[in-house]
């Protein structure tokens, strides 16, 4: 889930009928800077919907029995959680490209790199990857 994958997060939730508001973004900020700031904090799983040629299939603590969250840090370090227990701990940047999309990217020691677009929200993101698969995980903070 952490491979290659597109980060949204938002600085202004919405709601509408169909869509709860933690799935929402209406207004992403296009300011590195200001992404550094609104990204620091523990974010908690609330869904993962996995689009195949099969169709969509959508996971949630409750369906895979466990809980999952990202807590990004001030020092540029992100620890990847499960069960309120960190499983690794990253580098990760945040940078703004010439056509003002934000990019994330986290680094382990072994050199790894796992490369996101990034929009932020004050209190949800959403990571969508980029392959074969498209998974869109929501994060609420």
């Known amino acids: 889930m952490l491979a290659s994958s597109f980060l949204v997060s938002c600085s202004g939730d919405s709601s509408s009928s169909n869509t709860p508001a933690d799935l929402t973004c209406s207004k992403p900020t296009t300011n590195a800077k200001t992404a550094r700031s609104q990204i620091v904090g523990k974010w908690t799983w609330i869904q993962t919907e996995t689009v195949g040629r099969a169709g969509a299939v959508i996971s949630t603590p409750k369906t895979e029995n466990k809980t999952q969250g990202l807590n990004f840090k001030d020092d540029g370090t992100v620890e990847i959680l499960?069960?309120?227990?960190?499983?690794?701990?990253?580098?990760?940047?945040?940078?703004?490209?010439?056509?003002?999309?934000?990019?994330?990217?986290?680094?382990?020691?072994?050199?790894?790199?796992?490369?996101?677009?990034?929009?932020?929200?004050t209190q949800s993101i959403k990571l969508v990857s980029i392959g074969s698969l498209q998974v869109t995980t929501i994060y609420n903070k």
Do not use: R
């Open 82 to 121: 499960e069960n309120d227990k960190v499983l690794i701990t990253q580098q990760y940047d945040i940078v703004a490209s010439a056509s003002a999309e934000l990019t994330l990217t986290y680094s382990n020691i072994a050199g790894v790199v796992s490369t996101f677009a990034l929009s932020s929200c």
